[in-house]
């Protein structure tokens, strides 16, 4: 079965701090992943995506992941954490024509 | 990219009675997706709605529950019917396509009180 993990609930880092969001999943065939946003009141908004290619992706706000076949990964990260980078997580598996949704982890920042 | 307005953006309403949420793309687009987001828990498709025939749903939501309407390529409607307070959560549509990034409404915060 096709499925998303995000073991975190939540994860902590100070400002400036580099951070990583975890993600793994499972998918028979090619794995289709993406990070999505979640800010408080708002709708979900798109960070960056892993179709083919270089492992390493780059998107939006200065976030990027790495993709692990090995390791059947995806993990969130940026270099320096700000304190408006504190919103909901959620990782991504598209699966047909669906969106599979990992549990969210809420990252705080604090100054 | 697509542009998506949803409304209403949050409603109270009492239990017994039904809500209609909208949801207006600014481009024709194939499928619509209606999400719920329960409160502190990840989003969970609720069905996908396809213009010119009936939605499919997924396992756990049923038409009577959550009657769908796809009228054209840029406009569908989300009905939560004879509301319960265990539908208070946050409805949210989205389009996108195969392997693309998906695009979401500001979501619709239901409370049943």
């Known amino acids: 079965a096709q499925s998303v993990a995000q073991p975190e609930d939540q994860v902590n880092v100070a400002e400036g701090n580099p951070l990583t969001v975890k993600c793994t999943y499972s998918v028979s065939g090619n794995p289709y992943l993406f990070w999505y946003v979640q800010y408080p009141n708002r709708g979900l908004q798109f960070l960056l995506k892993?179709?083919?290619?270089?492992?390493l992706v780059k998107g939006s706000y200065g976030f990027e992941a790495e993709f692990n076949k090995s390791q059947t990964s995806f993990h969130l990260k940026k270099p320096s954490a700000l304190v408006s980078d504190s919103a909901l997580y959620f990782c991504a598996l598209h699966n047909t024509d669906k969106l599979i949704f990992g549990t969210g982890t809420r990252l705080q920042v604090f100054p | 990219s697509a542009v998506i307005s949803q409304k209403p953006s949050r409603d109270i309403c009492q239990r017994g009675t039904s809500l209609t949420i909208q949801c207006q793309v600014d481009?024709?687009?194939?499928?619509m997706f209606w999400y719920r987001q329960q409160p502190g828990q990840s989003l969970t498709l609720i069905a996908t709605?396809?213009?010119?025939?009936?939605?499919?749903?997924e396992s756990g939501f049923v038409i009577d529950k959550f009657p769908i309407s796809r009228p054209n390529l840029t406009f569908s409607t989300l009905t939560v019917s004879n509301m319960s307070p265990e539908d208070s959560s946050i409805y949210l549509c989205s389009v996108g396509q195969t392997h693309t990034e998906a695009f979401f409404g500001q979501g619709t915060r239901l409370t049943v009180v």
């Open positions: 709605a396809n213009q010119g025939s009936e939605a499919t749903y």
């Open positions: 481009s024709q687009v194939t499928m």
């Open positions: 892993y179709i083919t290619g270089d492992n």
